[in-house]
Structure formats: C-alpha cells, structure tokens
C-alpha cells in the first residue's frame, strides 16, 4: 500500500498566499501524474491542476496565473503554490496519484485533504 499526505492548508486573507504539498510514500513504483482537486460545501469535486509525464501541467481555468504546480526534488512530493487567493478558491484540497506499484499493478489513490479558507 501507499499513501498520501497533504498539509499546508489553513486561514489566510484574500490576495494572500498558501504552498499545499503532497508527500507520496510506500509501494510506489513510478508516480504518473499527480492532481490537486478542491471540493467546497455543496459543490461536486473539481480538478485545480495536475503535473503529467514530462512534467506537463494542466490548470482549471479559475486558477490559470494564480496556481501553480510543481514537482519537488524528491520526486514524490509535489506542490501546489496558490497566489492572490480569493474567497472563492475556499474548499478542502485533495491530492491524488496515479501510477504502478512495484508489482506494476495500477493504483489511484487520494490523499485526506487539507482545508483551505480564504478571508474576505
């Protein structure tokens, strides 16, 4: 098994700043991609970025110039840096992976979540 662990969360004003990681451990083989997905009360989950193969990176429009995403140098932590936050981007924060176990078996898995409130 393997999990993922979020942190960086918490209260900030609006046009402050917030850097979310997701740490990565255990039966891990390769890490794919990694997406950062963000569910506020009420409102289904969304994608806010993701980090592909390559290092590709793909953004929610809503986030486009604000977030951005990036893998550490350690591989298996990625980040999510979040500028001029609005009260709008409040929400839990999830990571989640996609890649092979050693066993090279699929696996998909999310991360707790960290919650994010942004201030008017």
């Known amino acids: 098994q393997a999990q993922l662990v979020e942190s960086g969360g918490g209260l900030v004003q609006a046009g402050g700043s917030l850097r979310l990681s997701c740490a990565a451990s255990?039966?891990?083989?390769?890490?794919?991609?990694v997406g950062w997905y963000r569910q506020a009360p009420g409102k289904q989950r969304e994608l806010v970025a993701a980090?592909?193969?390559?290092?590709?990176?793909n953004y929610a429009d809503s986030v486009k110039g604000r977030f951005t995403i990036a893998r550490a140098d350690t591989k298996n932590t990625v980040y999510l840096q979040m500028n001029s936050l609005k009260p709008e981007d409040t929400a839990v924060y999830y990571c989640?992976?996609?890649?092979?176990?050693?066993?090279?078996?699929?696996?998909?898995?999310w991360g707790q979540g960290t919650q994010v409130t942004v201030s008017s």
């Open positions: 989640n992976a996609e890649g092979f176990t050693r066993q090279l078996e699929e696996y998909n898995y």
């Open positions: 255990g039966n891990l083989f390769s890490i794919n991609t």
């Open positions: 980090l592909g193969s390559g290092d590709s990176t």
